[in-house]
């Protein structure tokens, strides 16, 4: 069972340029959930999905975006990358409620640095 | 706005001993709260989950505490092992339907 999956796991981009984190996962699981986490920081919520089809904002949405056409895929876009951007990427997910009931099941993250 | 707190940010033990990690939060309205893992370069794995109506949970070696009416947790490890090296992350349930709002975490390290 691979769980949650992210590609790709290091990425350097440019100001400016713009490109998709990938996250998939086998475990047939309808909450899916994106994080940031800077360095010595908490992690954030940019966006979650609650099942294919359904996406909401976290609490730092800006600068991102995402789609759920399936149950399995869960991507994050990133348009214009800002230095702010800078940070470690997390995916996740639960079955079958939310995190006020359920563990969530993280990915191994991906590095980006925006430069 | 919900805020946690962990202390202390860094921690070092010599392996054999038991040890207590800290989480606070400013609003008691939680649904739960959960206490995951961190190892470098790689993702959380979560370790226990207290639903807010439980008091405690246990689980092997671990054992965490939830006092909600004075906003603090407690994570207990008992017989550190080297193995135990990571950074613990208390989180809490309870604003909108997706988010956990995290504290920066606590990085224990267990010395041989």
């Known amino acids: 069972n691979a769980g949650v999956t992210q590609t790709p796991k290091f990425r350097i981009l440019k100001i400016g340029q713009s490109m998709t984190l990938q996250c998939t996962q086998d475990?047939?699981?309808?909450?899916m959930y994106w994080y940031r986490q800077d360095p010595g920081m908490g992690l954030k919520l940019i966006y979650y999905?609650?099942?294919?089809?359904?996406?909401d904002k976290g609490e730092v949405p800006n600068g991102y975006n995402v789609s759920r056409s399936t149950t399995e895929d869960f991507p994050l876009r990133l348009e214009l990358a800002a230095p702010s951007q800078t940070s470690v990427y997390f995916c996740?997910?639960?079955?079958?409620?939310?995190?006020?009931?359920?563990?969530?099941?993280f990915g191994s993250g991906t590095q980006l640095s925006v430069l | 706005k919900q805020e946690v707190t962990q202390i202390p940010a860094a921690l070092s033990v010599p392996e054999g001993e038991n040890l207590v990690l800290n989480c606070s939060f400013t609003?008691?309205?939680?649904?739960?709260l959960q206490w995951f893992r961190q190892d470098p370069g790689k993702g959380l794995t979560s370790l226990l989950l207290?639903?807010?109506?439980?008091r405690e949970q246990t689980s092997g070696r671990l054992n965490a505490s939830l006092d909600k009416s004075s906003g603090r947790s407690t994570l207990y490890i008992a017989a550190s092992q080297p193995g135990d090296s990571a950074t613990y992350l208390c989180?809490?349930?309870?604003?909108?339907?997706?988010?956990?709002?995290f504290g920066k975490g606590t990085k224990l390290s267990v010395k041989p």
């Open positions: 475990m047939n699981h309808n909450y």
């Open positions: 989180a809490v349930g309870g604003g909108s339907q997706g988010n956990l709002i």
């Open positions: 609003d008691s309205a939680i649904y739960n």
């Open positions: 999905s609650v099942g294919a089809g359904i996406t």
């Open positions: 207290i639903q807010s109506s439980q």
């Open positions: 996740a997910s639960s079955y079958p409620a939310g995190p006020n009931d359920e563990k969530l099941f």
